[in-house]
């Protein structure tokens, strides 16, 4: 597949051929939702805690007869039924995680950045190397490739100059490429990547070695 590539002035300095079983995979509706839910139950701390009855204060002694009253049955002080008393099936600690097969993930993740690339939704950009922070040049670069959405810039790897100029734009994240994930791709509408991030991503998650793909013309 080829893909044009930008400077950050947004003119065309070339084109790239890119991995068909990378940014060329067909769209798995089922696993994307399945690896989406995953990732945003396991990142629930499952902190929330209620007392029972047994844990709040109170005298264990039954408030008046059980019969002949006239009023309502129930027992001590700490019943649920009262304020102050404890909580009925209340939530408590507990873990939310969920598993998923390693070529699940990888599948849900290479079908996400295939629908970008399908949907024109992903730019490639030679270099974004800034020696030193400036938004301005960022938010120049975003207006020349004509985006004016939401955008996740992904680099090689962390590049410290280009987190500080992006932090103040709204709607912008800056990640290293390894870190790409299905929530953030999912939750921005559009993708920004270096040359480079894209060889991190086919050597990562490519189906074969990058060199034999190479050799084979894939």
Known sequence: MQV???DLSGEVTGQIEIREDV???PLNEAVVHQALVRQLANRRQGTADTRRRGEVTGSTRKLFAQKHT????????????????GVAFGPHPRSYRQGMPKKMRRLALKCVLSAKAGS????????????????????????ALRIDAS???????????????????????????????????????????????VR???????????????????
């Open 4 to 6: 044009q590539v930008y």
């Open 23 to 25: 940014f060329g995979v």
């Open 70 to 85: 006239g009023r309502a049955r129930r027992g001590d002080i700490r019943s649920p039924l009262l304020r102050g008393g």
């Open 120 to 143: 024109g939704a992903l730019k490639l950009v030679d270099k974004l190397e800034l020696d030193e922070p400036k938004t301005k040049a960022i938010s120049d670069m975003l207006i």
């Open 151 to 197: 955008v996740i810039i992904a680099t090689a790897e962390a590049e410290p100059n280009l987190v500080v100029s992006a932090r103040n734009l709204p709607g912008v994240k800056t990640i290293p490429a390894p870190l790409l994930n299905v929530a953030d791709l999912l939750s921005f509408k559009d993708l920004v990547m270096t040359v480079d991030a």
């Open 200 to 218: 991190v991503v086919e050597k990562l998650w490519g189906e074969k070695p990058i060199e034999e793909a190479v050799s084979s013309g894939n």
